[in-house]
T-cell receptor
Framework: EDKVVQSPLSLVVHEGDTVTLNCSYE??????LLWYKQEKKAPTFLFML????IEKKSGRLSSILDKKELFSILNITATQTGDSAVYLC??????????????FGTGTRLTIIP | EAQVTQNPRYLITVTGKKLTVTCSQN?????MSWYRQDPGLGLRQIYY???????DKGDVPEGYKVSRKEKRNFPLILESPSPNQTSLYFC???????????FGEGSRLTVL
């Protein structure tokens, strides 16, 4: 059974701190790992990672994948109150029939205190 | 504006009363999917569709039906809702060759 585990479940930090969110997975026929940010409504896409060791970066957010150890981290530097959200990790697997499926982790709830 | 639209956004109903949650996307995406989100369980896939008339079960399909008669629409049908189907539901779509899920705004359903 596919499994995606995120840690910590919840994190509270002060504005300006740097945080690291973790995602480990066990998935057959891995294709990619995706990070989403969910504020009050629908999740919004952050990154997609397919290759080990290549960092994806967008402003203060960055992410990297380790396919050997089966995990990814999402870093946020100089956090702001607008970073408060639930961060979701999802892993995509493919099949011989091309029916890609996503398995989500339960998310990390990040709260930034002003 | 490119979007995925779900209706209704909020619904309170009673056990056994059939309901349909509609989902429509205007991006000509082939792949569409339904998820439910529950505290402590994250997003779980209910059904997905690779294209018109092609649907398949996700991880939690029991108690749900779907249809894909047109590319843009992918309704979720609860024939006989039960309280354990109380949840937040998301519809999402992806273009063929893409990876990024485009989510609808969510539909919060309460079954009494």
């Amino acid at each position: 059974e596919d499994k995606v585990v995120q840690s910590p479940l919840s994190l509270v930090v002060h504005e300006g701190d740097t945080v690291t969110l973790n995602c480990s997975y066990e998935v057959t026929n891995f294709r990619s790992l995706l990070w989403y940010k969910q504020e009050k409504k629908a999740p919004t896409f952050l990154f997609m990672l397919t290759s080990s060791g290549i960092e994806k970066k967008s402003g203060r957010l960055s992410s990297i994948l380790d396919k050997k150890e089966l995990f990814s981290i999402l870093n946020i530097t100089a956090t702001q109150t607008g970073d408060s959200a639930v961060y979701l990790c999802a892993v995509e697997r493919g099949s011989n029939f091309g029916n890609e499926k996503l398995t989500f982790g339960t998310g990390t709830r990040l709260t930034i205190i002003p | 504006e490119a979007q995925v639209t779900q209706n209704p956004r909020y619904l309170i109903t009673v056990t056994g009363k059939k309901l349909t949650v509609t989902c429509s996307q205007n991006m000509n995406h082939e792949y569409m999917s339904w998820y439910r989100q529950d505290p402590g369980l994250g997003l779980r896939q209910i059904y997905y569709s690779m294209n018109v008339e092609v649907t398949d079960k996700g991880d939690v399909p029991e108690g749900y039906k779907v249809s894909r008669k047109e590319k843009r629409n992918f309704p979720l049908i609860l024939e006989s809702p039960s309280p354990n189907q109380t949840s937040l539901y998301f519809c999402a779509s992806i273009p063929i060759g893409g990876r990024e899920l485009f989510f609808g705004e969510g539909s919060r359903l309460t079954v009494l």
